[in-house]
C-alpha cells in the first residue's frame, strides 16, 4: 500500500505479478487490504488494479504481457488465455474462438537466429491449426497502443 502512491498501475501489476509468484502475496488478500486503506495517498490506484487482477494475470510471466492485458481491458477486448498451447507450442496469447494468437516480443528474449528461426516455426504451426498469428513487439505496445488496440478490436469484434 506503501508504494502505490508513488507507482503506476503497470508497475502495481507487475510488483504484484513478481509477489504472487514469490508466494508472499496474493490478489484476494490485496483485495481485502485495500478495503481498510481508506484516505491513503494511492489507495485508489491499488484498489482499481486489485478489483481488475483475474487468474488471466496470475497466468502471466512478464510486465509485457501484463501490460498487453492492460491495454485488452482498456480497448474493452475479452481477455485472452495466456500461455497456453496451441499444436503443442506455448503461445503467448491467444483467442481460440476467434482463432487468433499474439505473441509478445521483447527485442532482449527474441534476438538471434535461433530465437529468430524458432518463433517462425512455431507461426508456421500455429498458421497451420487455423490460427491468424501476429506479433505485437514491447516498443509497438509501448509506442503505438491505440494502432494494437484497433487491431484487436478490428480482430476479436463479435460477428453476426
Not at 502512491?5 to 514469490?22: G, K, P, Q, Y
Not at 509485457?64 to 506455448?90: H, K, M, T
Amino acid at each position: 500500500m506503501d508504494l502505490s502512491a508513488r507507482l503506476d498501475e503497470d508497475r502495481i501489476r507487475s510488483m504484484l505479478r513478481e509477489a504472487e509468484w514469490l508466494r508472499i502475496a496474493d490478489w484476494r488478500e490485496l483485495r481485502r487490504a485495500t478495503e481498510s486503506g481508506r484516505g491513503r495517498a494511492g489507495i485508489a490506484r491499488l484498489r482499481k488494479v486489485a478489483a481488475e487482477w483475474t487468474e488471466t494475470d496470475s497466468d502471466t510471466r512478464s510486465d509485457l504481457e501484463l501490460r498487453f492485458l492492460s491495454l485488452c481491458r482498456r480497448a474493452d477486448v475479452p481477455l485472452p488465455i495466456v500461455n497456453g498451447s496451441v499444436s503443442g507450442y506455448e503461445i503467448d496469447c491467444t483467442w481460440p474462438n476467434h482463432q487468433f494468437a499474439v505473441e509478445l516480443d521483447g527485442y532482449g528474449t527474441h534476438r538471434g537466429r535461433s530465437a529468430f528461426e524458432s518463433d517462425r516455426l512455431r507461426d508456421m504451426v500455429v498458421t497451420r491449426a487455423g490460427f491468424q498469428v501476429v506479433r505485437i513487439s514491447d516498443r509497438m505496445l509501448k509506442n503505438r497502443p491505440e494502432e494494437v488496440a484497433a487491431l484487436l478490436v478490428d480482430r476479436l469484434a463479435v460477428r453476426t
